[in-house]
């Protein structure tokens, strides 16, 4: 999938490219155009993390793929995350210049999961014409994405700027912070599916088919592409 990325050798100080300066400020215009017109989706992410009742009454009066605040910060997590992926993947072999195209594809990878995901949750619902708390599913799936964006935005701007060892750090401290996000809505996830009474079975197909299969995939494409 990313034999056609133009890989560069050159010996670097710090892991930033020319290039991501560009995403830097997109990824700052999409922020300030979200934060300006959507600022109630700001209120409900403070309030999720403490008071997750009031986000399930959320969910149950407007869908969250209806909501145009959470949609809004959609590109900004996916940029964010991405950039940080393409960081991760750098402090392996600092000296590979990937470029944008390498980039390009990554968060095409990173959007295809999450598409992917969103798909068969309402297949699921259309086969077993239920909810079984998917949509609690879906809303989280994406809170969380978004939530950790905001918080690895610095994170990533600091580890492309300072020297190497330092980045290092920096990554570390996301990865952390990536691994305790994850777990927590896969904990929130499976406590909702249990609240709606779905079936054993069905929690252990999704956790098995769309949580650890796509990460396996994923790391396995990279690892292919990079050697």
């Not at 909810?131 to 580890?159: Q, R, S, T």
């Amino acid at each position: 999938m990313f034999e056609d990325a133009q890989i560069h050798i050159r010996p670097v100080a710090v892991l930033a490219e020319p290039w991501m300066i560009w995403v830097v400020i997109g990824s700052l215009a999409l922020l300030a155009y979200s934060r300006l017109n959507f600022p109630a989706i700001y209120k409900l992410m403070a309030v999720s993390i403490t008071h997750y009742r009031v986000v399930q009454q959320e969910i149950r009066d407007v869908p969250p793929l209806s909501r145009r605040g959470l949609i809004s910060l959609i590109p900004f997590a996916l940029a964010v995350w991405t950039l940080f992926f393409y960081l991760g993947i750098k402090t392996k072999n600092p000296e590979l210049d990937l470029g944008f195209t390498f980039f390009a594809k990554l968060i095409g990878v990173v959007c295809a999961i999450y598409v992917i995901k969103v798909l068969a949750i309402r297949a699921v619902q259309i086969l077993t014409d239920g909810d079984f708390g998917l949509e609690e599913y879906i809303f989280n799936l994406f809170l969380f994405a978004e939530i950790g964006a905001l918080v690895l935005f610095p994170i990533v701007l600091i580890a492309s700027y300072v020297p190497l060892h330092g980045a290092e750090w920096w990554l570390w401290f996301g990865v952390g912070f990536w691994v305790f996000t994850y777990f927590w809505r896969l904990f929130r996830g499976v406590m909702s599916a249990f609240q709606h009474r779905t079936p054993m079975i069905y929690i252990i197909l999704y956790l098995c088919a769309l949580e650890i299969l796509p990460l396996l995939v994923v790391f396995r494409v990279l690892d292919i592409s990079l050697h």
